[in-house]
């Protein structure tokens, strides 16, 4: 579904991609680990389309087409969604204005129907229930003066309705306590399913403990240096980034 | 003669002030109260002119396209139906209705209703009894010396309402008065007096709402000058919606007693070019101000909005929140000053001001002034002018969110800061509609969605 082959991106005039390869299937999970500063979250924002990065070198398909290429938008229509590391707050937006707006660009993009009124909300409330968020949720601002788990629950809760076929979460474990990260766990969890491939973006091990990856690949100077299944992580989180980065060395 | 009349006639008169001139001798005027504060309106207008970009407060305001026309300070309009009326008024707002065409009272299309506590007289009504408690609000709040426009308002001053609230009266119904500009063959100058006595303990809600049909080349020049009596409070709503090539100028004037409050919305989106002075004095122990405004610019509109305030006592507050939002090659122009005069101390005074650029060609000129002479204060100002937020806008955009829908999205997200300070539904819908504007199901950005609860 996805494939990523040998990525430079340059940010500033510094290289922090430098060659990464990776290769993505339906229905798998990837964790991909490291150090701060080793290209993590600059991954996850090349693949969303953010501004500011500059490919210079290598190509990266999504079910063929050139991902690049691609507007953010037309990406998320296409079935790409990134959950960030720090959401937006947008005070004067209500949150369900827009998931209502972005689900209805999806369905528009995918050929189906917009949802009425009553349709999407008894789809929202359905999936508000699975990540144990109450329903004034909708009527506030997005993210505005919600917490740091609580915004993160709603990161999940847009890709539960939105329904991606590539979801990257960024840092989603990243300040959530533990009966938070559980939530999110969850939710992640339940939708997990053989066409929808996720990849996830974490400096610690803890949040595998929760979402259990098939492949776990660890990033270092801008390069996977090295893949293995969940028990890396544990050997990782033993050993601590040095262990993978001498070895690489050596 | 006097010096500041001398000076006056040393210059070349602008078209406009010739017009002005011209209308003015073309009038007899008699000795009484109000003939005396018509000339001493004109003896001011004579000297001072219309303020020249040296003058400073019209520093980044020329006037040169209004100077070149020539007004009329009267004359007849096509009256429109009550259907036209209608449809131009704010929807939904119910209360007692003044209609006014050009600046003239239309009795015919306004609808009263006995309020308890309320009086609403003609300004010509209230002139021919003697004014009453209006001689000491008329003309002595709104200072013609300070304000060229008020002192031509002044000059001409024969139209207009004077509303009384009687002491610990609360009007339970907003007051709405709504300024029509038409075509009337040349242009027109309209320009209306409003005169508020709020007495002890009342509570009056006030709107003020400019509009027009047909595409006037109109001048209005509306001056509202309040008296807020002890612990009275009045929530005043200017809504300004000109046609792009008419002149607004307008000016809000109040005194504030022990306790009162006033909270003033001030909401600038129409007119070629649109320029508001308020000056509000707190003059007593616990008096209050709350100014909140929200402009939007585009084409090659201009639009200024000069607030003062001046705390003259003790404990006292004043919290002013204005935004704008500048498109094309428009121009705004913001001056926020707060004045904290000898041994007012104990207060509070607050100022921001925020603009949005959308475009390389807009333009903003803000200035926050705060000028203390106490020690004992509480103030803050700060004013920004920035662009959309990148990373507001690529999250919608990482949502499918198409970017020109999310640009006007993050753009009503920004006026709503504004639009949520109103308590009255009916204006701050009609705002939040025209700002969201083509965006899709508008209506639910900030309500709760479904028809099922």
Not at chain 2, 427 to 450: M, N, Y
């Amino acid at each position: 579904m996805l494939n990523i082959e040998n990525l430079h991106v340059r940010v500033g005039g510094k290289f922090i991609l430098n060659g990464l390869d990776l290769e993505v299937g339906a229905g798998e999970v990837h964790a991909i680990m490291g150090p701060n500063g080793s290209g993590k979250s600059t991954l996850a924002n090349v693949m969303a389309g953010r501004d500011g990065y500059e490919v210079t070198e290598g190509r990266v398909t999504y079910d063929g087409h050139d991902l690049l290429d691609m507007a953010p938008e037309d990406r998320a229509r296409e079935g790409v969604f990134l959950a960030f590391q720090y959401p937006v707050e947008i005070p004067g937006v209500n949150n369900a204005y827009l998931l209502k707006a972005a689900l209805n660009a999806v369905r528009t993009h995918r050929g189906e129907t917009e949802l009425d009124a009553f349709e999407f909300l008894t789809l929202v409330k359905d999936k508000m229930k699975m990540m144990h968020m109450a329903e004034s949720f909708l009527e506030r601002g997005v993210n505005e003066g919600f917490s740091g788990g609580e915004k993160k629950r709603n990161e999940i809760l847009q890709m539960a309705v939105l329904e991606p076929r590539l979801a990257i979460l960024d840092e989603t474990d990243s300040g959530l306590d533990i009966d938070a990260l559980r939530i999110v766990a969850g939710g992640v969890n339940s939708l997990r399913s053989p066409d929808r491939a996720m990849v996830l973006v974490t400096h610690y091990q803890r949040l595998l403990d929760y979402i259990e990856p098939d492949y776990v690949h660890v990033l270092s100077g801008g390069r996977i240096v090295r893949t293995g299944d969940k028990s890396l992580a544990l050997e990782l989180e033993e050993r601590g980034y040095d262990w993978v980065q001498e070895a690489v060395n050596a | 003669m006097t010096m500041a009349a001398q000076r006056g006639s040393d210059r070349k008169l602008s078209r406009a002030e010739a017009s002005f001139h011209d209308a003015w001798r073309a009038t007899e005027r008699g000795t009484d109260p109000i003939s005396n504060l018509q000339r001493a309106g004109f003896a001011e207008f004579e000297a001072s002119g219309l303020p020249s970009t040296r003058v400073e407060s019209w520093k980044y305001t020329a006037l040169r396209t209004l100077s070149r026309r020539a007004f009329r300070v009267s004359g007849p309009v096509g009256a429109p139906t009550a259907e036209i009326v209608e449809g131009m008024a704010i929807e939904g707002l119910e209360g007692p209705r003044l209609v006014f065409l050009n600046g003239r009272l239309q009795q015919a299309l306004s609808g009263s209703e006995d309020l308890d506590g309320l009086g609403i007289y003609s300004l010509s009504d209230a002139v021919s009894d003697g004014l009453g408690a209006a001689a000491e609000i008329l003309g002595q709040i709104a200072d013609p010396a300070a304000h060229p426009f008020a002192a031509l308002n002044q000059a001409f001053l024969e139209d207009g309402v004077v509303i009384t609230v009687a002491p610990g009266k609360t009007i339970a119904k907003p007051l709405y008065l709504l300024f029509i500009s038409c075509p009337g063959g040349d242009p027109i100058a309209a320009q209306p007096r409003i005169v508020v006595d709020a007495g002890a303990q009342s509570h009056l809600c006030l709107v003020e709402h400019y509009t027009g049909i047909d595409e006037p080349d109109n001048l209005t020049n509306a001056v509202t000058e309040i008296r807020g009596g002890a612990g009275s409070r009045v929530e005043h709503y200017r809504l300004q919606e000109e046609p792009a090539q008419a002149f607004h100028i307008g000016g809000l004037h109040a005194r504030l007693q022990r306790d009162a409050s006033l909270d003033s919305h001030n909401i600038q989106v129409g007119a070629a070019l649109a320029r508001l002075d308020i000056g509000v004095s707190l003059e007593e122990p616990g008096a209050e101000l709350r100014l909140n405004g929200l402009y939007t610019v585009d084409g090659k509109r201009h639009v200024d909005n000069h607030t003062r305030v001046d705390h003259l006592a003790p404990e006292t507050r004043s919290d002013e929140l204005y935004r704008g939002i500048v498109d094309d090659r428009g121009r705004a122009v913001f001056n926020g000053k707060a004045v904290v005069h000898k041994d007012a101390q104990r207060i509070d005074a607050h100022q921001s001001n925020k603009n949005l650029l959308l475009s390389q060609q807009a333009e903003v000129d803000t200035k926050p002034e705060l000028e203390i002479y106490a020690d004992d204060v509480k103030c803050s100002h700060g004013a920004t002018v920035g662009q959309l937020d990148k990373n507001a806008l690529f999250y919608l955009l990482s949502r499918g969110i198409g970017e020109e829908v999310a640009r006007k999205l993050l753009t009503y997200a920004f006026a709503e800061v504004v639009a949520a300070r109103m308590p009255l539904e009916v204006v701050r819908r009609r705002l939040e509609k025209r700002i969201a504007g083509t965006l899709p199901e508008s209506d639910l950005i900030r309500e709760p969605v479904g028809g099922d609860r």
